[in-house]
């Protein structure tokens, strides 16, 4: 079973900027698609931007989405942060272990805090 993990988070003020990070146990980034989420306390997880095995990105205008394949990583950049933003970001990527069966992994997540 592969394992991501989250790194990067803390308390920024608005419009800062963080960088988070997702460290994989082992390489699938090449060959899987990958998505950050992010879940304030009390409302449900959404979606915050993705990037598939090719590359292709989903993302707003304020966070950009990237991979480093030979550090098994990828990013979330967020820049002008809001208080809005204020979450536990969660990596997520589904692995293909199978010709029909797939696993859904994520990462324990990492507190962004925005606030002054």
């Known amino acids: 079973q592969v394992q991501l993990m989250e790194s990067g988070g803390e308390l920024v003020q608005p419009g800062g900027s963080l960088r988070l990070s997702c460290t994989a146990s082992r390489s699938i980034f090449g060959r899987n698609d990958m998505a950050w989420y992010r879940q304030a306390p009390g409302k449900e997880r959404e979606l915050v931007a993705g990037?598939?095995?090719g590359g292709n990105t989903v993302v707003s205008g304020r966070f950009t989405i990237s991979k480093d394949l030979s550090r098994n990583t990828v990013y979330l950049q967020m820049n002008d942060l809001k208080p809005e933003d204020t979450a536990v970001y969660y990596c997520?990527?589904?692995?293909?272990?199978?010709?029909?069966?797939?696993?859904?992994?994520w990462g324990p997540g990492t507190q962004v805090t925005v606030s002054s």
């Open positions: 990037i598939s095995s």
């Open positions: 997520y990527v589904k692995i293909q272990v199978a010709i029909e069966a797939a696993v859904d992994v």
